[in-house]
């Protein structure tokens, strides 16, 4: 069974940091590209950024670049997200997701974690 479990979402304080875990099982996470999105409430699943399949290559938002930091371990079946300097606009509901293919467009993703919540508030 294919699933795609993610952790490590919470309630932070601005400038604060966390690292999103999603774990792949029933497949193996190297075959893919991973791609990180965000949803607020009202809004549209966002790109955050992706890193490509032997993780030698990322790609991010601007609004993220500097702070955000995507790295994965294929021998783990696992990726990470290293998220930095939060503010309250990052605020939003994350989804890790696999495609064959590095792109932006959510459509573009086969397998989506179930998404964990990350709040930034002071």
């Known amino acids: 069974q294919l699933q795609f479990v993610e952790s490590g979402g919470g309630l932070v304080q601005p400038g604060g940091s966390l690292r999103l875990s999603c774990a792949a099982s029933?497949?193996?996470?190297?075959?893919?590209?991973i791609g990180w999105f965000r949803q607020a409430p009202g809004k549209e699943r966002e790109f955050v950024g992706l890193i490509n399949k032997s993780g030698k290559s990322t790609f991010y938002t601007d609004s993220v670049k500097g702070r955000f930091t995507i790295s994965r371990d294929n021998a783990k079946n696992t990726v990470y997200l290293q998220m930095n300097s939060l503010k309250a606009e990052d605020t939003a509901v994350y989804y890790c997701?696999?495609?064959?293919?590095?792109?932006?467009?959510?459509?573009?993703?086969?397998?989506w974690g179930q998404g964990t919540q990350v709040t930034v508030s002071s």
């Open positions: 997701a696999a495609g064959s293919v590095n792109a932006v467009s959510p459509h573009q993703y086969d397998y």
């Open positions: 029933g497949f193996t996470l190297g075959d893919y590209a």
